[in-house]
């Protein structure tokens, strides 16, 4: 059986945070520059209407899979464990089998639940006709890639586990630059308008798929065909519901967020299109900076899920130092850099004068968003890499209780900057209430070290 790593694990530095989290951070970096291009080919258009379709297509979309990024975040919490544990490759690859196994499951239902599914989400979100229709057209096309985005969570989990940053760069970058090149080839070439941006991101997911194969099988040091070969013993129901139940609480944290973004939609529609698509530009700036500043979430889901799994308190401690003082330091410079490019990156993307002047009386919201996020993404990756699972669900649910409240008096009171209130308090209170919950975490890592 290959060894991937040791239990003489070296002394967590800065410099290690960063060579685990740069590659994560441009990676990261790749998809939500995907979801701009894609958003920018539109805004071209001039159509008001074609981008509030897309922008409520994109958010039901991620409501739909996101809600089973618990694929990504368990499988690399556990992969994490298991290499601190073990530092043995046969356990990853069960890990990943049965998640592929739960994709694939969930993919199917997906696809024959999505009329009614696509139904219902375009009456929550209350958009006008034309929007609607848009957002059937899309939504219609991206269930066809619906099993291989999930897959691919799988490989970004399990490679984030292990480490491999590097290949995890190149496997989403891959991903997005085919994304951006297909899209804009029936855009721009076959006029296929926002049907061509969801083809571009159904084939470009294919791709990604087939890809992972061999970048997985690399980093585990074994070949396309050992893959295959895997024991049945892995499918095992014992096994399987185990990982289901050790995902329920991972899901419940993900299905109240992606809601409560997907909210936050539902309240700019009810400003208008116009209003619609001003909040779909700026929160661009929200899926850039999170995903930049994912990339030392990562590193903080890898060193604390690593030392967890060996059971050292001494270093998840140092893990959780350095991994939160580096994610701070990285996030006032992108709020600084936000603030400066905020005019420009509006002329680019609001061509709709309206839109550009609604965009603009929000801007400086938008501008705070990564320095406030910040430790939201940070203390996640720490739980994540804990798989502290019943935690993480109390937490969510004390979050959306409080959020969902707070949002419906802000925004009968202030309007639009009401909802602007909204996003910056639900991240706050991802932070506050995770930290609270963190002395219980602690306490089972000294139960473990007794």
């Known amino acids: 059986m290959n060894m991937l790593s040791s239990h003489n694990t070296p002394k967590i530095t800065f410099r290690r945070i960063f060579i685990i989290a740069i ?37 039901m979309m991620t409501v739909l899979l996101a809600s089973f990024n618990f694929l990504q975040y368990a499988s690399s919490g556990l992969t994490a464990q298991h290499l601190g544990a073990t530092g043995l490759s046969g356990g990853v690859l069960a890990i990943a089998w049965r998640a592929w196994l739960i994709a694939a499951l969930i993919a199917a239902m997906l696809w024959l639940a999505q009329i009614p599914l696509v139904q219902l989400g375009l009456m929550l979100f209350s958009a006008s006709q034309t929007a609607s229709d848009i957002a059937k057209e899309y939504l219609g096309i991206r269930f066809f890639g619906a099993f291989a985005e999930l897959a691919n969570y799988v490989f970004v ?3 984030a586990g292990m480490g491999r940053t590097r290949q995890l760069l190149l496997l989403q970058s891959t991903i ?9 080839l029936l855009v721009k070439f076959a006029h296929l308008g926002v049907a061509g941006v969801a083809w571009g991101t159904v084939l470009a997911q294919w791709l990604g798929v087939l890809m992972g194969l061999f970048v997985f099988a690399n980093s ?11 024991n049945i013993q892995v499918f095992e129901k014992s096994k399987l519901f185990s990982l289901l139940r050790l995902n329920k609480d991972i899901f419940i944290r993900t299905i109240l967020l992606t809601l409560s973004f997907a909210w936050l939609t539902k309240l700019g529609a009810m400003h208008g299109d116009a209003a619609l698509s001003a909040n779909i530009i700026l929160l661009q700036i929200l899926s850039l900076s999170a995903y930049a500043l994912d990339g030392l979430a990562v590193a903080a889901e890898t060193l604390c899920g690593q030392a967890f799994g060996q059971k050292n308190r001494s270093l998840f401690l140092l893990a959780l130092r350095r991994t939160g003082i580096s994610i701070m330091a990285i996030a006032a410079l992108l709020s600084v850099g936000w603030l400066l490019a905020m005019p420009s990156y509006l002329d680019m993307m609001a061509k709709d004068p309206v839109v550009h002047a609604i965009a603009t009386r929000h801007s400086l919201f938008a501008s705070l968003l990564p320095i406030v996020g910040a430790l939201a993404y940070w203390i996640d990756g720490v739980y994540f890499g804990m798989t502290a699972g019943k935690q993480i669900r109390q937490a969510a649910m004390i979050v959306a209780v409080i959020y969902f409240l707070a949002s419906v008096i802000l925004h009968t009171n202030f309007g639009m900057m009401g909802i602007w209130l909204s996003v910056l308090l639900l991240l ?14 602690l306490n089972t890592l000294e139960t473990q070290d007794e």
């Not at 970096?29 to 897309?54: F, H, K, N, R, Y």
């Not at 997005?176 to 090149?181: F, G, H, K, S, V």
């Not at 585990?220 to 895997?230: D, F, R, T, V, Y």
Request: glycine share 8%; aromatic share 4%; net charge neutral.
């Open 23 to 59: 590659p994560v951070l441009l990676a990261n970096l790749a998809m939500p520059i995907q979801g701009l291009v894609d958003t920018a080919i539109i805004a071209q258009m001039g159509q008001a209407a074609s981008l509030a379709g897309l922008g409520i297509a994109v958010q």
């Open 157 to 159: 989990g399990v490679l």
């Open 176 to 184: 997005a630059l085919l994304n951006i090149a297909i899209s804009i």
């Open 220 to 230: 585990l040091g074994i070949s396309i065909k050992e893959i295959w070969q895997i």
């Open 428 to 441: 706050a209170l991802r932070f506050v209430v995770l930290a609270c919950f963190l002395p219980s975490a």
